[in-house]
């Protein structure tokens, strides 16, 4: 249980990269380790190699409602950036765990159906492993709404994270062929990408 009191203190916004935290194994394919990252805070690396395609794990946590999520970041028990849309209408309120996988433009893995997240290229061992928080954003939160800064320096970086709609549409694209976008998603962008 150790390691849920040390990533809690870390996930609450405190700064603590001194903090030394044991190698998560929750992995479809291998084991997992959070430790600090070049990105922000805490990272996912991957311990052994992970081929294209494979499964790396479920995120998790309590599955809740719109209208939880508000009530728990009311409360400060979430931050507006942590749950994740699986639905219409419903969210997965994250696990540190998975709150450690971090977000980049150019990302090596990608989330299919709700939420198993799937290596989209062959990942190295030591390797973090990110995926797109665009591609998990319902077209229907507005910019203005809801934007994130992203400090993920990748060379194609966008500098800020929005709405699916704001992953250029050939990569979108190409995330689709990956069979990489939720499922909601799919269905929100369906009039979209086919224009």
């Known amino acids: ?6 990533a809690f203190g870390v996930f609450s ?8 935290i044991p190698m998560v194994v929750r992995a479809g394919s291998g084991s997992i380790a959070i430790g600090v990252s070049d990105i922000h805070q805490l990272g996912s690396f991957a311990t052994t190699d992970i081929n294209k395609g494979d499964l790396i794990c479920a995120l998790r946590g309590d599955v809740i409602d719109f209208k939880e999520v508000l009530r728990r970041i ?3 028990k979430v931050t507006p950036d942590d749950p994740l849309q699986i639905d219409a209408d419903l969210f997965i309120d994250l696990d540190p765990a998975s709150l450690a996988f971090n977000h980049s433009c150019n990302p090596n893995a990608g989330i299919r159906a709700r ?8 990942i190295d061992a030591g390797e973090e492993i990110t995926y797109d928080y665009s591609t998990t954003v319902s077209c229907s939160v507005a910019p203005d709404a809801w934007t994130m800064q992203c400090r993920c320096n990748s060379e194609n970086c966008r ?3 929005c709405n699916v709609k704001s992953v250029p549409r050939a990569l979108l694209l190409k995330y689709l062929h990956m ?6 998603i799919v269905d929100e962008l369906s009039d979209y990408l086919e224009n």
Do not use: C, G, H, P
Not at 13 to 20: A, C, E, F, I, L
């Open 1 to 6: 249980m150790r390691i849920f009191e040390r």
């Open 13 to 20: 916004r405190k700064r603590s990269y001194d903090v030394n």
């Open 74 to 76: 009311k409360k400060r």
């Open 115 to 122: 939420n198993d997240l799937i290596a989209i290229r062959d």
């Open 159 to 161: 500098s800020s994270i």
């Open 179 to 184: 069979n990489v976008l939720q499922s909601y």
